[in-house]
């Protein structure tokens, strides 16, 4: 009975959360309520409460929810070109990016939280607590990768984690005529000016010959 009735309330939760991720794609955070939420969804604020203590809440964990997915995806991709060349990790990252960039629905969201980060100094520091977890993961699953490549970036994995970020978050914005130039192209022209760096002592990281796209420094 427990087991059923924590069901019921994950599934509610979830319904909740999909509603606000529609409702803010479609008109904003500044136009979400908690009744429109709940209308959207089908449920009565009692159930909403039940959840969440107020929408700054709900954001949170919407946002919590996205950036959790991100990194999950990611660090699939990583494990998967574990034993691949530098160049097809070069090429998913840059790929992985740019994917999120042409997701309008969630670079909206993303959107749309951090302007209203700005605008209120009471969820920006929960925004950025969360924000900040994300990017140190991040960083951690960029910095693995290259690390088993024999890859000492030019920065430290965070701020180049954060600046990954913020380029498909300004990508997602950009109208198509502003470039002639692909936002995968982008990304990568990114990934290999900061990326590069000077390889571990000692390991090399490499499966092959094959030249790598990003590449090392010899002394």
């Known amino acids: 009975m427990a087991t059923a009735r924590k069901q ?22 500044a136009a979400l309520s908690t009744r429109s939420v709940c209308e959207a969804a ?8 039940s959840n969440f203590d107020n929408m700054d809440a709900l954001l949170l964990a919407l946002m919590e929810r996205q950036l959790a997915a991100e990194i999950d995806k990611l ?24 994917e999120l960039a042409a997701d309008a629905d969630g670079s909206l969201l ?5 302007v209203h980060a700005l605008r209120d100094p009471a969820f920006a520091a929960r925004f950025d607590t969360t924000r900040s977890s994300y990017l140190d ?15 000492s970036p030019a920065l430290p994995a965070r701020e180049l984690a954060r600046g990954l ?36 002592n000692g390991h090399t990281g490499r499966t092959d010959d094959a030249p790598t796209t990003i590449q090392r420094s010899h002394k």
């Open 137 to 151: 993961a991040l960083g951690g699953v960029i910095g693995a990768g290259m690390s088993r490549h024999g890859l």
């Open 8 to 29: 019921a309330q994950r599934e509610t939760r979830e319904k909740l959360l999909n509603a606000a991720r529609s409702l803010t794609v479609r008109r904003g955070i």
């Open 42 to 49: 089908g449920y009565s604020q009692g159930a909403f409460y």
């Open 110 to 114: 993303s959107v749309e939280l951090q």
């Open 75 to 98: 660090n699939a991709l990583i494990d998967a070109k574990t034993k691949g060349n530098l160049d097809e990790l070069n090429q998913a990252l840059a790929t992985h990016f740019s």
């Open 165 to 200: 970020h913020a380029l498909w978050t300004g990508m997602a914005v950009q109208s198509a005529a502003d470039t002639e130039t692909s936002s995968e192209r982008l990304v990568l022209a990114f990934f290999m000016a900061l990326a590069g760096g000077q390889p571990d």
